[in-house]
């Protein structure tokens, strides 16, 4: 197995230069250096002089993939690539426009993107599952029929209406939770408590009806009916051995998604002024910063491919008839 | 799996439970844990964290937000006084130029500026100002600074400006102002002023060009300003410095009261300049040492910034000079009193205008602004159009504030277009014309919620050559109607467009239909409604309008090159003289070939002329009677459609006090008041948690489950 993940963490590679590549020149094609000096420097006051100084101070002065003027492998070195791209293998980010190590930001926004990712995960992942187990426990009943619809009426609903309504009602109206905002230690929770509980909400009509579905096809399977016909209890043979089946494409969803818990959620947090990693990306798409916006694509893209190897090895830890060579 | 379901579950209750268990010792929704009962402390948001706190580099608004309440520069704007005055900061006095003429000798005081060779500004500042408490000043027993020469690793447990144990102070000196004028030139800063200042200080250009040249020779070692020379900025004595100003530049004054000019210690930038220091963003850039009355003691734009009271401030008096209406605004009452009165600022991020507006109204913000999602709920109008409170606003004793804001919106036509440019007659009739069609009254009250007055030509209220009323209007768009001013008839329109050749809309000699070019940033559907009114506007004349809707980067382009035809565009006053907006007309700054600030093109010999002349007169009547001339040729020109001068509306609750909006000075947190006693109150009887929805959800829970539980038992008893 571990020559597998290595193998797979070696084709990650060219991956991610494909992927650099492609950001780098997507964001180009829109916003030259030029550009994005102007953007910087303001409406005011901006002279060529300031422009050019600003390039030198960032390191946008060379050419973008090619240096004509150097010779040998300064060629393709002495570029705005290389000088931007290589440093990020080794997960070197370097600084975004406004001269913050984005490194040090990454790393210090990562715990309240995850304190807030986490526990919806988590959470959302058990009442997802609870909520479609008792629809399978309750199939072809009025129970299961409401759950559905109600399923589709949640998955109806825009995500940012959860976000006002839940800010309005229980914060606004009822004066239960702090409407926005984060703090540290034992103080955090109460910060924490709102975005959860709208993020859990929100994710239950898609998430339970998925699982459902998936429920239904494996309690149709002949190992259910051997099962009951033992004698086990419903109850026994939806969580002992209908879950344990399902575990499989519940598994391809979810730990894919794990790694990216880091990434943050873009609405959650500038809603509740979550200091994250999803806020940090929005604030340098807008400023067009794209030192930051590189990093974080890189990132996206690095934690993608962990959670897609961490797919596969769930599966043989999950069922042993998977094996990884 | 049910087990570990189980054990999660009590968790995640037990952690619910304990997270409003802390918050029960105030309201549960006090978004700040732990803040103590009555605190001197105001809280405020930002919605947008600032990109630089280096004076020589910020220039944005919501930085000097912070930079003003840090960083001294010699002069300050008076707080309550009208039309905005300097007074002194650190400076003993407001300085007054000597003028010289090539050779140095003195120059009497009316001197017309063509025989101005040079403008001497000298400055002394007060003895005794001590800098903020910072590691950067801090000796040993032997005198030698303890934190300049450090190891990475020693910084290596550092992560903000306090984990430093010892801290220290300094006296303030002249040689620290020159050392930030030096600043400003140096390459690696990109100062946005440095080109315009080094069009005026005497020797900026060339130290720009001997640090850059160092810069290159040794990229990897930090400048030394203090060895590179400066002729236009030197130190006289150690509370007196000099700067020189190139020819006669009267509006320098006001530069003086910028950050820019904030004095900046070399021990601050030595002190950052240490290896893995940047690493931890601890650079100047974010962690600002000054000697105002407040330093930046938390600093996590991020999440929030905390400026806390500067023990070492050298202390100030609230002034004791205003107009009645001040007096009887209560503006006076705290006249002579020492300044600053809150302990601390809190600022905390809040990108979005609900929550931000939510906090407001349940007292934990002191003040807002009014987003249009708002506005209805803050403000209505009398019937004669005076904005009042709502009665719930006025019941939770929160008070408006408004202002006119120096700045100015319009619509700009590039003069170098061959339909709507140059500056013949016809061309002149057709610019009029359109400026009567384009309704701003309407716009104003439409999409403004009635945040604004129609302007009358390029300078706002509130700077010298404005002229208030019927007095002050521009006669080619407005008229007086018994003392009213009046927009002029779409009859009158029409017939100036005929009289330009487009009769009913067309051209008088091919008959094709007008066809006008609107360049704009705005775009989506929240502009639709906007620009549907542009062009709703032009069909009133029967001219077609073309909306061109791009980005910034698209529509910086095509003004610098001159691509667009009509385009909307505004300006915001660096400092209260005319000349900060007529020199956006002024022929040597067209943005093509010069890429100057004229984005219109406008280049008339008369105009060019009187404002050679009047920017470097002192206000009075004769400086009046010059402006005068000149608006009368912007606005027969009408180079732009003179839109609208916003006007600002702001909220503050009734325990805040010492609030008068001053759109120049940016260090007005001194003056603020709070009184935290009726703030306690006001807020515990505005957040008295409400618990039957929690009943009631709980209740609806079982109401739903106890079916399900009835209807499983009876299902597994049957399968037994």
Redesign the interface.
């Known amino acids: 197995m571990l020559a597998y993940i290595l193998r797979r963490l070696l084709y990650a590679i060219p991956i991610l230069i494909g992927v650099n590549l492609l950001t780098f020149a997507l964001f180009f094609v829109v916003n030259t250096p030029d550009d994005m000096a102007r953007l910087q420097l303001g409406a005011k006051h901006v002279t060529p002089d300031a422009i050019a100084r600003w390039k030198v101070e960032h390191g946008y002065d060379k050419p973008l993939l090619l240096n004509a003027r150097a010779s040998g492998s300064a060629q393709l070195t002495d570029t705005i690539f290389f000088k931007h791209s290589a440093a990020m293998f080794v997960f070197e980010f370097g600084k975004g426009d406004d001269g913050r190590n984005i490194g040090n930001e990454i790393r210090t926004r990562m715990g309240p993107s995850l304190a807030i990712a986490l526990p919806v995960f988590v959470i959302g992942l058990l009442v997802n599952i609870t909520f479609a187990l008792l629809m399978v426990f309750f199939r072809s009943t009025y129970l299961d029929l409401w759950g559905v619809v109600l399923c589709v009426v949640l998955m109806s609903i825009s995500g940012l209406f959860y976000i006002i309504a839940g800010q309005y009602f229980i914060s606004k109206l009822w004066n239960l939770l702090p409407i926005s905002g984060v703090a540290g230690g034992i103080d955090g929770l109460r910060f924490i408590v709102l975005p959860v509980l709208i993020g859990v909400v929100a994710g239950i009509g898609s998430g339970a009806r998925w699982y459902r579905t998936i429920f239904l096809e494996e309690i149709g399977k002949d190992y259910v009916r051997t099962a009951r016909a033992k004698g086990l209890s419903e109850v026994r043979v939806l969580f002992r051995h209908v879950l344990k089946n399902g575990m499989i494409p519940i598994l391809t969803g979810a730990v894919v998604v794990l790694p990216l818990l880091f990434m943050g959620s873009l609405i959650t947090e500038s809603f509740f002024g979550i200091p994250g990693l999803g806020s940090y990306t929005i604030d340098a798409i807008q400023a067009q910063d794209f030192a930051v916006v590189r990093a974080m694509v890189f990132l996206g893209s690095f934690l993608y491919i962990v959670g897609l190897i961490l797919t596969d090895i769930s599966y043989s830890w999950v069922d042993p008839r998977v094996r990884l060579q | ?2 087990r570990i ?1 189980a054990t ?2 009590k968790t ?1 209750l037990l ?2 439970g ?3 268990l ?2 029960c010792s105030d ?5 700040y ?2 803040s103590a009962t009555q605190a001197n402390v105001l809280y405020s948001a930002f919605s ?2 600032p ?2 706190l280096d004076p020589a580099r910020s ?2 608004s919501n930085e000097v937000e912070f930079t003003g309440q840090i960083y001294e520069p010699p002069l300050q704007y008076h707080f309550l006084k009208r039309p905005y005055t300097l007074i002194p900061l650190t400076a003993e006095g407001v300085p007054q130029p000597r003028y010289l003429d090539a050779t140095g000798n003195v120059l009497p005081d009316n001197t017309p500026a063509a025989r101005i060779a040079e403008s001497v500004y000298e400055v002394r500042i007060k003895p005794g100002v001590q800098y903020q408490p910072h590691p950067a000043f801090a000796r040993d027993a032997a005198g030698r600074y303890r934190y300049h020469a450090m190891k990475a690793t020693e910084v290596a447990g550092k992560t903000q400006v306090s984990d430093f144990e010892y801290a220290g102070t300094r006296e303030l000196v002249a040689a620290d102002y020159v050392y930030q004028i030096k600043r400003l030139a140096n ?2 800063l ?1 100062s ?5 200042m080094a069009e005026h200080i005497v020797g900026l250009k060339a130290l720009g060009e001997s640090l ?1 040249q160092a810069a290159r020779a040794q990229p990897d070692v930090e400048l030394s300003l203090n060895d590179f020379p400066l002729a236009g900025a030197e130190v006289v004595d150690r509370y007196t410095y000099r700067i020189r100003i190139k020819g006669k530049y009267p509006q320098f004054i006001y530069w003086l009261a910028m950050p820019f000019f904030a004095p900046v210690p070399w021990e601050a930038e030595r002190f950052y300049a240490q290896p893995g220091m ?4 601890l ?1 100047l ?2 962690q600002p040492v000054g000697t105002g009355p407040y330093y930046l003691a938390e600093n ?1 734009p ?2 929030r910034m905390v400026l806390k009271k500067n023990p070492h401030f050298h202390g100030e008096t609230y002034p004791v000079e205003g107009d009645a209406a001040d007096q009887q605004a209560g503006l006076l009452a705290d006249a002579g009193k020492s300044l600053p009165f809150v302990d601390a600022a809190v600022f ?5 205008t ?2 931000y507006w ?2 407001f ?2 007292g934990y913000y002191d003040s807002s602004g009014i987003s249009s999602d708002s506005f209805d709920q803050a403000v209505q109008f009398s019937a004669g159009g005076d904005p009042k409170l709502t009665d719930s606003m006025r019941k939770r004793d929160i008070r408006l504030f408004t202002t006119v804001e120096t700045s100015i919106s319009y619509v700009g036509f590039n003069m170098l277009d061959p339909v709507v440019g140059g500056l013949g007659k016809d061309r002149q009739k057709l610019r009029q014309a359109l400026s009567i069609a384009f309704d701003y009254d309407e716009f104003i009250s439409i999409f403004r919620n009635g945040r604004g007055i129609p302007a009358q030509g390029p300078i706002p209220p509130g700077l010298f050559g404005y002229v208030d009323g019927v007095a002050g209007l521009n006669p080619y768009v407005y008229e007086n109607k018994g003392g009213e001013i009046q927009r002029r008839s779409l009859s009158t329109a029409r017939k100036l467009l005929a009289e330009a050749g487009y009769p009913n809309g067309r051209d008088a000699k091919t008959g094709a239909p007008l066809v006008l070019y609107f360049d704009t940033m705005a775009s989506g559907p929240d502009a639709k409604s906007r620009l549907d009114w542009m062009k709703k506007q032009l069909d009133k004349l029967n001219v077609q309008l073309v909306v061109r809707g791009t ?3 698209r529509f ?2 095509k003004i610098r090159k001159g691509n667009a035809q009509m385009f909307e565009w505004g300006w915001n006053a ?1 400092y209260p003289d005319p000349e900060n907006f007529f020199f956006l007309l002024y022929g040597p700054h067209k943005k093509i070939a010069t ?1 100057g ?1 004229n984005a219109a093109n406008y280049d008339n010999p008369e105009f060019n002329r009187l404002f050679e002349r009047m920017k470097d007169m002192d206000n009075g009547p004769e400086r009046q009677q010059l402006i005068d001339a000149m608006l009368e040729i912007v606005r027969r020109d009408a180079p732009w459609i003179y839109a609208y001068y916003p006007k600002s509306f702001g909220l503050r609750h009734g325990w805040v006090h010492n609030v008068k909006p001053n759109l120049m000075a940016n260090n007005t947190l001194k003056y603020r008041r709070i009184d935290p006693a009726l703030r306690d109150t006001r807020r515990a009887e505005w ?4 618990l039957w ?2 009943v009631l959800l709980v209740g609806a829970l079982v109401i739903v489950i106890a ?2 539980v009835i ?2 038992r009876r ?2 008893r049957k ?2």
Request: hydrophobic share 30%.
């Open positions: 799996m049910t379901g999660l579950l995640v952690g619910i304990l997270s409003l802390a918050g309201n549960w929704n006090n978004p844990p732990g947008e964290r990109k630089h220039y944005a390459p690696k990109s946005p002023i440095f080109g315009l850059e940047a690493e931890k963003n650079t850039d974010w996590d991020n999440r905390s991020l809040e990108k979005e609900i929550p939510s906090k109204l349940q980005d910034y980067n910086q382009d660096d890429g600030e957040n008295h948690p409400v929805p929690i079916p399900a209807a499983w299902r597994e399968t037994a």
